[in-house]
């Protein structure tokens, strides 16, 4: 059959397009499109291919699976093939896979699988021999991996030597490397700040790190890893079911997720997966999906593999956070503080299950960085509850003729001008509350849940609330009458109603609350918190200057500033007398508790606690008097760790900080501890 010549181009066209994403995806680690997108090209190829088999080259892609390894480090040939996984998207296609490994197995009823969280890492291989680890090896294409030993060496949960006096004579283990969230986010920060590259995920960051030459470089960046299954064993027998391989692994020391569990059929499996939906943001880690596995060893034998994935494992994956879409334009909005934030209008795509058509630019700077213009093609990512944004533009599918886009120089809302100081990646609106987008979204977040939280008052509202001119600032909240709510659209008696009962509720609130109300520029909930503990009257912050507020625990120089300019504004002074006036009140805080176990003692927490929420046990911490920070440094006292612990804990262990489980914190704040004894 000859082929037709478009056939013949758009196939030469796909060859070439899957190897140079190849080439960016496994040697410089910085994939240029989404997996989705890589995903679609190679099927197409696949089917252009069935169906003109004529077009098969045997350099073609489709022919080889996964990359070679590149020199640059020895080759290490695995004794057994590293399998890969086969994918599933949807609940039938687990129960298919269900339905085929019981049919192949005799028509059994029911099967037990392991089901764990599927690591968006990289997959490694490590061999101990005699309980020494002596090497360290990628995945390379599953037949042969590069030596990455010098490595691994540097990552702080692969131990050097297994625990225990039945460690086996050999035992090559398999396992993901990756880097958890939070590593991932301050790594890249930094590298921005010097301008250096940043890596686009922490797959990426984790599969870059591991291949460093300098393994100084390796030990700089935040690696941890889980293992999840063996290759070689010598020296003991094979556990008979999976479950008891991570059990075994776990005694010897390996990190295995805490996670894992033994579910019972295919409905076992999609409970598991509905519930780690659930957890997934939570998580320390990014995840991807969840894997399942025969349980039983000899079934797995039995069920054996097709091409390189086994039969009796299958990763069930969550919808694709990545995904390309069209910039159809550049807009910016004005913040509370006037903040000019550019937000890309996108052609709506399908991305984290949801459909998403804006995505932020964060600042100017980002927006250059990034030089995302209109007409692009741009990779966006939408993980979880978080604002998509884009992640990277690919250059290659730029229109000609387009243009960079501009910081506008007056306000799009008001008109006023657009003032970008020296240094600051921020551009803002000068108009003040002139300006209705910042009137509006100043009113918006002191009605907002964790300020006065006024049930009721959203968006909407305080939009056609600002526009009628009902309202200018906070303070005219509290002078709203039925009549002109009911004049309002779609605003009935019975909404005016709960409104203002909303309204007067709100009177009585916290000092904590109202400071953070005011929208103090740099003072979020925590510093509020602070501020309102320390000082215990208004006046008091009101009148404090630069030096008393850098008294404050948490408090330096630079939120200072902001404090001491925020009181000293005529304006701000009127806003908070009127509000004053209107009768919103507070009790006066307690004095700080003396001489409770948390008195002056810093605590960070980690991972997911069972009896408390992080928000309230921050919050129970400081009103026994301990200080809560977000990180671990050598000035922290105690680490709280929950369940599934990121990477906090191990830099206590590093920096022999005091580790507290959930039971001891409990003690700790348990009121027979806490001898509330006033100043
Ligand atoms: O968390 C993972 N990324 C993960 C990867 C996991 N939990 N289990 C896995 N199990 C396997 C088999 C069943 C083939 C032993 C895997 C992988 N493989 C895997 N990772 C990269 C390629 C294959």
């Known amino acids: 059959m000859s082929i037709p010549a478009k056939v013949h181009r758009r196939g030469a066209e796909l060859r070439e397009a899957i190897d140079r994403h190849n080439y960016f995806y496994h040697v410089l680690d910085a994939p240029e499109i989404p997996d989705a997108e890589y995903d679609r090209l190679l099927r197409e190829l696949e089917s252009l291919e069935q169906e003109f088999p004529a077009l098969i080259t045997p350099d073609s892609p489709t022919q080889r699976v996964g990359a070679e390894p590149v020199s640059r480090f020895g080759v290490v040939r695995h004794h057994l093939p590293m399998l890969s996984l086969a994918n599933a998207f949807s609940d039938s296609e687990i129960v298919d896979f269900d339905r085929r490994a019981r049919t192949r197995l005799g028509d059994i009823d029911e099967i037990d699988y392991t089901a764990e969280p599927k690591l968006d890492g990289t997959a490694i291989s490590l061999l101990y021999e005699n309980g020494k680890l002596v090497r360290g090896a990628t995945r390379g294409n599953g037949e042969a991996g590069e030596d990455v030993t010098h490595n691994v060496r540097t990552i702080a949960s692969a131990p050097l030597v297994l625990r225990g006096s039945d460690v086996p004579r050999r035992l090559e283990v398999r396992g993901e490397v990756y880097m958890p969230k939070a590593g991932f986010e301050a790594f890249n920060e930094r590298a921005r700040q010097r301008g250096e590259k940043l890596f686009v995920n922490p797959r990426n960051a984790a599969a870059g790190s591991l291949r460093q030459l300098d393994p100084r470089l390796t030990a700089s960046r935040p690696l941890e890893v889980f293992f999840y299954g063996i290759g070689e064993l010598e020296g003991t027998a094979h556990p008979e079911r999976q479950g008891a391989v991570l059990e075994n692994l776990r005694k010897w020391g390996l990190r295995v997720s805490p996670l894992m569990r033994t579910v019972r059929g295919a409905s076992g499996c999609l409970e598991y997966y509905r519930d780690t939906a659930l957890v997934r943001h939570e998580l320390p880690y990014e995840i991807d999906g969840v894997v399942y596995k025969v349980d039983s060893t000899e079934y797995q034998r039995r069920l054996g593999q097709v091409s390189r994935a086994p039969r009796w494992a299958i990763a069930h994956k969550f919808p694709a956070q990545e995904e390309l ?57 939408r993980a979880g509850d978080v604002i998509p944004e884009i992640v990277n533009v690919l250059p290659e599918r730029r229109p000609k003729k387009t243009r960079p886009v501009k910081l506008p120089s007056r306000c799009p809302i008001c008109g006023a001008d657009v003032v970008r100081a020296e240094g600051e990646a921020v551009a803002r609106c000068s108009g003040g509350l002139s300006c209705p987008a910042q009137r509006k979204e100043s009113i918006r977040h002191f009605a907002s849940r964790r300020a006065m939280d006024i049930e009721g008052l959203g968006s909407k509202l305080i939009n056609q609330l600002v526009e009628a001119g009902h309202v200018r600032t906070p303070g005219d909240i509290y002078k709203l009458t ?152 050598a000035k922290t006292d105690f680490v709280v760790c929950g369940e599934d612990p990121g990477s906090k804990r191990d830099k206590a262990g590093r920096l022999g900080v005091q580790i507290l489980d959930e039971a001891a914190l409990a003690a700790m704040l348990a009121p027979q501890n806490g001898k509330h004894k006033s100043a």
């Open 325 to 381: 879409t069209i910039v159809r334009g550049v807009e910016f909005q004005v913040g509370r503080t006037g903040a000019l934030t550019p937000v890309a209008r996108l052609e709506p795509a399908f991305v984290g299950g949801v459909t998403v058509s804006n995505a932020t630019l964060h600042n100017m700077d980002e927006l250059r960085r990034k030089d995302v213009r209109i007409g692009d093609t741009v990779v966006i990512r």
């Open 482 to 633: 039925h009549e002109q709510l009911t004049t309002l659209e779609r605003m009935g008696e019975k909404s005016a109603d709960k409104l203002l009962a909303a309204i007067a509720q709100s009177r009585k609130t916290t000092l904590a609350r109202f400071l953070y109300a005011l929208g103090i520029s740099e003072v979020g909930e925590s510093t509020a918190t602070s501020l309102a503990t320390h000082f215990r009257v208004l006046d008091a912050i009101m009148e404090a200057d630069e030096a008393a507020l850098q008294a404050v625990p948490d408090i330096g120089p630079v939120v200072a500033r902001h404090v001491r300019a925020f009181f000293q504004q005529p304006h701000n002074q009127e806003v908070i007398q009127a509000l004053l006036a209107a009768g919103i009140h507070w009790p006066t805080p307690a004095p700080k508790p003396k001489g409770t176990p948390l008195t002056e003692k810093t605590f960070a927490l980690t991972g997911t606690l069972e009896s408390m929420t992080r928000q309230e046990a921050k919050a129970r911490i400081r009103e026994a008097g301990g200080r809560v920070t977000e990180s671990v440094s």
